[in-house]
């Protein structure tokens, strides 16, 4: 088990920044890859990024490249997302997923086993 906990969603002006956070507890955090998704309402959860054990992989939507920027300290077991140029198509409740580092890294959210509760993000035009 690798209980997930995310923070740091908003109410932010379009163009603004947050910063999302997703603390993990447990021993083996290191061996997880983990991603963030997001879900707006009456859509479909997507893939937004994810970020290998190592950190040395990162893959990003389209929707979201050089806005976002995913990133993890091994040593805090968290991973954080970096959200910048904020636009109102963003509004969504983000959340962090773990999936084992023994498989690749995935964009498909059937592939993690692990989810977090979920943090709203709510960006105003």
């Known amino acids: 088990q690798v209980p997930l906990v995310e923070s740091g969603g908003g109410l932010v002006q379009a163009g603004g920044s947050l910063r999302l956070s997703c603390a993990a507890s447990?021993?083996?955090?290191?061996?997880?890859?983990m991603a963030w998704f997001r879900q707006a309402p009456g859509k479909d959860r997507e893939f937004v990024a994810h970020i290998s054990w190592s950190g040395s992989t990162t893959v990003y939507a389209d929707s979201v490249k050089g806005r976002f920027t995913i990133s993890r300290d091994n040593a805090k077991k968290t991973t954080y997302l970096q959200m910048n140029s904020l636009k109102p198509e963003d509004t969504a409740v983000y959340y962090c997923?773990?999936?084992?580092?023994?498989?690749?890294?995935?964009?498909?959210?059937?592939?993690?086993?692990?989810w977090g509760q979920g943090t709203q993000v709510t960006v105003s035009s």
């Open positions: 997923a773990a999936r084992s580092a023994l498989a690749p890294g995935s964009q498909s959210r059937e592939n993690y086993n692990y």
């Open positions: 447990g021993r083996s955090f290191i061996i997880y890859h």
